[in-house]
């Protein structure tokens, strides 16, 4: 068995190459990464595998029984053309599954996030090669900010309107990707993954509360309040798009999927709002 993970130096990436050496010898994990040499302490074979440099790719896919393709950083459209690369690279190298980190109701949603992952999601199928879609929901790390915003200020300002979404931990999300890749019976599935329950932003002024013992009020604004004061907050202006984004599509309840495949995978209840708040206020 080869297994191989693309963005293995990444923040995800480490932690799936992680759990994965939990599951599995380190002589069947494969790194492949734009920066070989920030990969030397992940104690794994090593590879240069580029997205933005696509004759980079087939070799360093080469043999993968299984392939993650960790979803890049940066714009819809550079994304796009990035994963195109990698699947093409996939299909050349004759790569048996493909695993992709997707997001939540991908082929569904109206969130903008979902113009890179849906498309990605329709080359991966057009290969005809199993596969397997992890559609991770929110990122509780996403909203460190928040909760530290919170702590200072007294209060949780969105423009959510009330919507709720399933957020889980970054390393669960980790775990429940190398159960994928470590494990038989995975092929051709797609896991909505997230929380077991969805909390909305006032849950989570309550939970600061709670946490902090500081009174934390959540306030519901206008979306453009909720720009300006991202942008005053020194957010770069894509940031700024993609969260009230977000509001907005918290708003529609297109997040507001709380599922079970997350602990059936993991074998264990993911973190809660609770233990994360907790993590970010110690």
Excluded at 105 to 114: E, F, M, V
């Amino acid at each position: 068995m080869t297994i191989v993970v693309t963005g293995a130096t990444g923040q995800l990436g480490r932690l799936i190459v992680k759990h994965l050496l939990e599951r599995v010898p380190s002589s069947e994990v494969v790194g492949s990464v734009r920066v070989p040499e920030k990969a030397a302490d992940l104690g794994i074979d090593v590879r240069h595998g580029d997205f933005d440099k696509p004759e980079t790719l087939p070799a360093a896919f080469a043999g993968a029984d299984k392939l993650l393709i960790i979803s890049a950083d940066g714009d819809n459209v550079t994304r796009v053309r990035q994963h195109t690369a990698a699947v093409e690279a996939a299909k050349a190298a004759g790569v048996k599954h493909i695993v992709y980190t997707s997001l939540t109701a991908a082929d569904t949603s109206g969130i903008a996030l979902a113009n890179t992952h849906r498309p990605t999601e329709e080359a991966i199928r057009a290969t005809g090669i199993p596969f397997t879609f992890l559609r991770n929901n929110w990122y509780f790390e996403n909203n460190t900010g928040t909760v530290q915003g919170a702590l200072a200020t007294g209060a949780v300002a969105t423009s959510s309107q009330g919507g709720r979404f399933a957020p889980a931990a970054r390393e669960d999300y980790a775990r429940a990707a190398a159960v994928v890749l470590a494990t038989d019976g995975h092929e051709n599935a797609v896991y909505e993954l997230g929380g077991p329950v969805s909390y909305s932003f006032a849950d989570w002024a309550a939970a600061i509360s709670d946490v902090s013992g500081k009174a934390v009020a959540y306030q519901e604004i206008t979306e453009e309040e909720a720009a300006a004061g991202l942008t005053a907050a020194g957010l770069p202006g894509h940031v700024v798009e993609l969260i009230t984004d977000f509001y907005a599509t918290l708003a529609r309840g297109e997040m507001d999927l709380p599922r079970e495949d997350l602990r059936k995978l993991i074998g264990r209840d993911p973190v809660t709002l609770k233990e994360f708040v907790a993590s970010v206020v110690s």
